[in-house]
C-alpha cells in the first residue's frame, strides 16, 4: 500500500467513526468531531502527498501524529466508561492512524534511497 492510499483510508475512517460517535452519542461533544476535522484536511493534502510533494507530507504526517496522540486520552475514557462501541470507534481510528504512519515512514525511507541512489549512479 502506498502512503496516499492509507492516508486516505484513515482519513475516511477518522471522518466516518468521529461523525458517528458525535451523533450517536446521548451528549454529543465538539471535541468528538476533532478527528473528522483532521480527516478532512488529510483528504485535502492527499492529491499532495501522492505526487509527493514534501511539504505537505510532512504536514500530512504531523497532523496524522497529533491525531495519534489525541486519540489516546478518548480511548482512556472510553475503557473507563466500559463503553466497548466507544472503545472499538477509537481502536480503529488508533490502527488506521498507526498504519498511515508507518507507510509515511516507508515513503520516505524509500524516497531518501532513491535519492541516494540517484546521486550514487548519476
Known amino acids: 500500500m502506498k502512503a496516499h492510499t492509507a492516508s486516505l483510508l484513515n482519513a475516511i475512517l477518522l471522518i466516518t467513526l468521529s461523525a458517528w460517535g458525535y451523533f450517536s452519542s446521548d451528549t454529543p461533544s465538539v471535541t468528538a ?3 473528522a476535522v483532521v480527516g478532512v484536511i488529510l483528504l485535502l ?6 505526487k509527493e510533494n514534501k511539504v505537505i507530507a510532512h504536514i500530512a504526517v504531523l497532523l496524522t501524529l497529533l491525531i495519534l496522540v489525541g486519540l489516546l486520552r478518548p480511548l482512556t475514557g472510553a475503557v473507563g466508561r466500559g463503553d466497548t462501541l466507544a472503545i472499538t470507534r477509537v481502536s ?3 490502527i488506521s492512524t498507526l498504519v498511515a504512519i508507518v507507510f509515511f515512514v516507508k515513503s520516505f525511507i524509500d524516497a ?6 540517484e546521486k550514487v549512479n548519476g
Open 112 to 117: 531518501r534511497k532513491k535519492r541516494v541512489s
Open 45 to 50: 493534502l492527499n492529491n499532495g502527498v501522492k
Open 92 to 94: 480503529i481510528m488508533l
Open 33 to 35: 468531531l476533532i478527528p
